[in-house]
T-cell receptor, first 115, second 113 residues
Framework: DAGVIQSPRHEVTEMGQEVTLRCKPISGHDYLFWYRQTMMRGLELLIY????????DSGMPEDRFSAKMPNASFSTLKIQPSEPRDSAVYFC?????????????FGSGTRLTVV | SQKIEQNSEALNIQEGKTATLTCNYTNYSPAYLQWYRQDPGRGPVFLLL?????KEKRKERLKVTFDTTLKQSLFHITASQPADSATYLC????????????FGQGTELSVKP
């Protein structure tokens, strides 16, 4: 398996533009997580899905952020409109089962820069 | 709120020594504590998990302990090597929160030859 695949690896956009980050989880994993990492706040959980259904989105900063999981093999995180304070590394992770026995597998992340 | 705290100061040790990293949590005991390694520009990689009813877990040169009285987990790397240099993250989850995993800030470890 190729692991969790995220695209793009890097994204530079202007303030006010829409940004879409993509994630392909490991096949067969039923949980998918979106995290954001910054120096100041560390790794923050934004939202997670179970069997394509959003379970907890309490970490989503504001209405400018939205996430979807239309099927078991694809998820998107959208920011519209983007702001400079959204600059961070965004990670997607997946796992099998809600109990973290084998741990979570993370993608390589998308480094977002909003100028 | 439930917090996970790790020493934000970098840990510098000599090759061959044992590195010990600390993870403290507040309020209720988490059901599980997990430890991850993160290298620059990469995502975290799972290392070990310990359950609240377990005192100790080992994997090769790695050892994790869980002390519910002190509300603390210790992560040890024995016979450390320069290749062990990375940031190590502690994370907690609870039985009643499904797959939700909350991370500490991480501790940067540097092993000098």
């Amino acid at each position: 398996d190729a692991g969790v695949i995220q695209s793009p690896r890097h994204e530079v956009t202007e303030m006010g533009q829409e940004v879409t980050l993509r994630c392909k989880p490991i096949s067969g994993h039923d949980y998918l997580f979106w995290y954001r990492q910054t120096m100041m706040r560390g790794l923050e959980l934004l939202i997670y899905f179970n069997n394509n259904v959003p379970i907890d989105d309490s970490g989503m900063p504001e209405d400018r952020f939205s996430a979807k999981m239309p099927n078991a093999s694809f998820s998107t995180l959208k920011i519209q409109p983007s702001e400079p304070r959204d600059s961070a590394v965004y990670f997607c992770a997946s796992s099998l089962g809600g109990r973290p026995g084998p741990g979570y597998t993370f993608g390589s992340g998308t480094r977002l820069t909003v100028v | 709120s439930q917090k996970i705290e790790q020493n934000s100061e970098a840990l510098n040790i000599q090759e061959g020594k044992t590195a010990t990293l600390t993870c403290n949590y507040t309020n209720y005991s988490p059901a599980y504590l997990q430890w991850y390694r993160q290298d620059p520009g990469r995502g975290p990689v799972f290392l070990l998990l310990i359950r609240e009813n377990e005192k100790e877990k080992r994997k090769e040169r790695l050892k994790v302990t869980f002390d519910t009285t002190l509300k603390q987990s210790l992560f040890h790397i024995t016979a450390s090597q320069p290749a062990d240099s990375a940031t190590y993250l502690c994370a907690r989850s609870f039985y009643n929160q499904g797959g939700k995993l909350i991370f500490g800030q991480g501790t940067e470890l540097s092993v000098k030859p």
